[in-house]
């Protein structure tokens, strides 16, 4: 299995995610559901969007350390924050929790109307290991 | 091929979904479009999210069925609730169509501003069979 | 590796999408993040739904291209428009640069509240090569 992060040429880069994660195969695929600032038990860690992300980035560590990866293992991830917000303290729990020397994932962010009682933001992700 | 459905210690437990669902090559992997509570010729069934949300997974169990798999093949799936509206018949009717024998999908929850005309919610879905 | 979109007895077809799309391994698998109408220096390219629409599909195609694939590969897309605007130029956009012979993905399409400063919309995408 290889996984390769690339940057075509005529689109930008960033420091903060790949345009695109080419996976080929065979590969060990994990599916994460949304997961919110919440703790062992369910219950939101704190009122604030950096407590929140850092949190779910914490989980999505979790579930990759439990299949032996980490979060370099995650190709692509989707992020809902609630409309409102800004995303700036979610970039700064990302900047906390993310080795610079990984080639970061595919992103997607969106502001939507709502997510679960006390949630600010929701990320669910696709990792290759 | 093999599909494993995940909660690593440190992330609670839920019978309505798994924290994460690991999936090793080689498999068939499914992409399910944006399934809406429309009948055969695309026609909104009926005015109630309860209504929608049944016909939306059915569709989704139709996919699955053609190509000789059901509803528990569902690694991933991701539901758009209309702003404004509560989850709790999308719910009802998840547990009218879900075994609960089976290990629940991983789950994304975003409440959106809008969907396509008489559309309540949209559930796309990644499934492995 | 196959790839067959399936559109099963029961389910309205469409000339726009394909309601499942199914994918044997091996295959290669890219997962494309969001794309907006930018250029390649990351500017907005317009103030129009219709020109960010067709920037966001070049964009995609420019990725595809690079891997040796094209938007013939797109298996599934995520459509996400910034609530109060119509799609419409949107579809254009696609019909501009979909080769109608080429049977078209899954697709998913949310109206959100909120983008990146300045997006109309965001597409995002899982392409097998």
Do not use: C
Not at 17 to 44: H, L, R
Not at 68 to 94: C, K, M, P, T, Y
């Amino acid at each position: 299995m290889t996984v390769r992060h690339i940057n075509p040429e005529g689109l930008h880069r960033s420091p903060a995610f790949s345009q695109a994660v080419v996976v080929e195969q065979p590969a060990k695929t994990i599916y994460i559901g949304g997961q919110n600032g919440v703790d062992a038990e369910g219950k939101v860690v704190g009122p604030t969007l950096g407590e929140q992300s850092l949190q779910a980035f914490r989980r999505i560590a979790t579930i990759l350390e439990s299949e032996g990866g980490s979060l370099a293992n995650v190709v692509h991830w989707r992020i809902a924050v609630l409309d409102g917000l800004s995303f700036e303290e979610g970039v700064a729990a990302f900047q906390q929790v993310w080795d610079r020397a990984d080639p970061p994932p595919a992103i997607t962010v969106h502001f939507v109307a709502g997510l679960g009682p006390g949630f600010l933001l929701e990320i669910d992700a696709v990792a290759v290991v």
